[in-house]
């Protein structure tokens, strides 16, 4: 799964880069899902995965001549938000004082575009944050193994599953997986909601878990699998949402690393599945 080693992250030092990267993320997410067509699986406010950090993929932009395609990349190795829009090609600068700056030099492009969008509040505060470098590097870097790893679990699958999507409201790299079984009482032409399914992924941290870490959860979750005692230091989390978690620190332990990984991924996925049946 991942042969190189991973850094280790200081994540009270590296939270202060990781929000304003999300607040990048947030801000590509909301113009992509403002033009794109609704997608299964609400992946029209997604982002994916290219060789330098996220991407939109081509948006759908209607112009006077017909359709364009707007594609925004948040190049976290050259530390630029790359633009592409028909023949332009420009760049902003992800060193800026605060989401604000940042916001209008990407809206002055996207308008001499003739791109209009209305955006929240958020995006236009101009509260001092923080963007280093080097600990920006250094969160490309797991994302990047980690999206590898879910690429190579994916691929081994039977069941039908989802994209591999970056989702920039919590901050989170995950993949679906359906047991082709529909939920009772759900409309079944509503694919969103009436699809039993595992959300497989791996988050940067949040208020509920300060820090990096995996985990599988499922729609509906089966609470029968409380029942089952998680192997080393993974466990069940039950406060907020219910799911098995294994903390990012774990695959730092010395010769460790693809063991731990391939089995949260593969028992504790096996596990949940069988008591979804």
Avoid: C
């Amino acid at each position: 799964m991942i042969k190189t080693k991973l850094p280790e992250l200081d994540y009270l030092k590296f939270k202060l880069t990781k929000d304003t990267i999300q607040l990048y993320a947030q801000l590509l997410s909301a113009i992509k899902g403002k033009f794109t067509p609704h997608q299964k699986n609400w992946e029209e406010f997604s982002l994916k995965i290219y060789a330098k950090g996220f991407t939109t993929t081509p948006i759908p932009i209607e112009t006077g001549n017909g359709i364009e395609a707007l594609d925004l990349n948040l190049n976290i190795v050259e530390h630029k938000l790359k633009i592409f829009f028909a023949d332009k090609r420009e760049s902003v600068d992800l060193l800026q004082p605060n989401i604000k700056a940042f916001t209008n030099e990407l809206v002055s492009k996207l308008e001499s575009y003739n791109i209009k969008i209305d955006l929240d509040d958020k995006f236009l505060s101009d509260k001092d944050f923080n963007y280093s470098t080097s600990e920006s590097e250094k969160l490309w870097t797991v994302i990047r193994l980690i999206s590898f790893a879910l690429l190579e679990f994916k691929g081994k699958q039977l069941l039908e599953t989802s994209n591999i999507n970056f989702w920039a409201h919590h901050f989170d790299l995950a993949m679906l997986m359906f047991t082709g079984r529909l939920i009772p009482d759900q409309d079944p032409e509503n694919w969103d909601y009436s699809r039993e399914q595992m959300n497989i992924g791996f988050s940067l941290g949040d208020e509920g878990i300060t820090e990096p870490y995996f985990y599988i959860t499922a729609y509906p979750f089966p609470t029968n699998s409380f029942n089952k005692t998680l192997p080393g230091n993974m466990f069940w989390h039950t406060e907020g949402w219910n799911g098995a978690v294994m903390k990012y620190r774990e695959l730092l332990v010395k010769g460790e690393l693809e063991i731990k990984l391939k089995e949260f991924l593969e028992k504790v996925s096996e596990i949940i599945l069988s008591k979804m049946v």
